[in-house]
């Protein structure tokens, strides 16, 4: 009976995967294609940066919108209904709809992204029984979809076949994503949520104290800069890249998927060393490595240094974001709206500043527009800073108290 058990959480282990290599392909082939669908449907960089705000915006609404569908629909049914929605979308963004429509495809397209991130997220921390080395595997699959999606789409422009081939590519690869959706296993899943309602009606009140705590919002604006980076590198860096002059297209989108790799990287770099050095440093050791790599690629103008800037943003970013979900963990105690609340302020971030660099790169160009990062970059040291103060300081007090 074990063996099957096994087996059977395995499988279920193995589709979420699956699911989200495919996730991360779709996040990343918007931004690889964003310049060939700028220049064929006549966007403005505003226009194109509210595209990917709409996105970011669906990825957030997808926190209450999921979670309700599930409680009326069941599980199987809504991610049914939410995964199906990706390769319908893109297939429809191929058509080059009129501006309001392909806003309506992005913003259901991240409604879809987030339902993803959830249903994930949730399963495999049921099946594993709350294991890092799980979570962390599920979301290297992430980064490793991320990495290949720009890396086929430059293969594929290059060899001349377009744009569309590669949503083409992504549509299959998410239906037949769906399709692994609909025929999974959701049992263990249910009667894990149905124990989680159980408990929360017989548990004493909610511990809030959070919302009086700085570092809990020290942290959360954090992350609105971090996420507010993390979506320009996604949506805007083959452009900006491509604008500087010294790389093709091709070698721009091919770029990305090397950022990306980096990430999965230091993601499992950063897993290991939070054993041995507290989440706080190793938050301020991220912000400064990849701030200097920022401003270095920023005023870089040789291909060479341009390219270790890249690695080094890549490695040093890769860590802040679930790093600081755990650094946040000891003042949410567990509370889930401690984790909406952090997580929406972090998504709000991940809509503004899209929106931000693509209305300034119409009026100053994308090149000068992405200085705007280096503030964000710049912003996210000093929280880390005052972050790792207010941790070594409340630990100091322990020491002496002890």
């Known amino acids: 009976m074990n063996s099957e058990q096994n087996s059977t959480t395995h499988m279920i282990f193995v589709r979420c995967c699956f699911g989200y290599a495919v996730s991360g392909m779709a996040v990343l082939v918007i931004g690889a294609i964003l310049p060939s669908l700028m220049r064929e449907a006549s966007l403005s960089y505003a226009l194109a940066g509210g595209a990917l705000s709409m996105m970011a915006i669906g990825n957030m609404l997808a926190s209450f919108f999921f979670p309700v569908l599930v409680q009326n629909l069941g599980t199987r049914l809504s991610i049914t209904l939410t995964s199906f929605m990706v ?14 429509l392909i806003y309506l495809i992005m913003l259901a397209a991240g409604i879809a992204r987030g339902s993803i991130t959830i249903i994930n997220n949730m399963t495999v921390n049921v099946i594993s029984h709350s294991s890092a080395k799980s979570l962390n595997l599920l979301h290297c699959s992430f980064a490793v979809g991320a990495f290949l999606a720009p890396f086929i789409t430059a293969l594929l422009i290059g ?22 959706y609909a025929t999974m296993d959701y049992q263990a899943t249910e009667q894990s949520a149905a124990g989680s309602q159980e408990a929360s009606r017989t548990s004493s009140v909610e511990d809030r104290s959070f919302l009086k705590n700085f570092s809990f919002y020290c942290i959360g604006l954090l992350l609105f800069f971090y996420l507010g980076t993390e979506n320009c590198i996604n949506g805007w860096f083959v452009t900006y890249l491509q604008n500087t002059g010294v790389m093709s297209e091709t070698f721009a989108t091919t770029m990305v998927s090397v950022t990306w790799l980096t990430i999965m990287i230091g ?4 897993a290991s060393l939070s054993k041995r050095y507290q989440k ?20 870089a103008s040789q291909l060479p240094v341009i390219t270790i800037a890249l690695v080094g943003l890549g490695f040093f970013l890769a860590g802040i974001y679930p790093t600081c979900i755990a650094d946040a963990g000891q003042y949410t105690k567990g509370s889930a709206l401690g984790m909406s609340i952090l997580t929406a302020i972090s998504a709000l971030g991940g809509i503004v500043t899209p929106q931000l660099i693509g209305s300034a790169a119409d009026r100053v160009g ?20 005052v972050n790792f103060l207010k941790n070594h300081k409340s630990a100091k007090r322990q020491t002496t108290a002890a």
């Open 87 to 100: 390769p319908i979308c893109y297939f429809l963004l191929t058509l080059l709809p009129n501006i309001g």
């Open 159 to 180: 060899n001349g076949l377009g744009w569309r081939s590669a949503m083409y590519m992504i549509v299959v690869l998410s239906f037949a994503s769906a399709c692994s």
């Open 267 to 270: 993601r499992l770099v950063c």
């Open 280 to 299: 706080s440093t190793l938050t301020l050791i991220n912000t400064i490595g990849g701030g200097v790599c920022f401003v270095i690629l920023l005023f």
């Open 366 to 385: 994308i090149l000068a527009a992405f200085g705007i990062l280096a503030l964000n970059a710049g912003v996210m040291i000093v929280f880390a800073l």
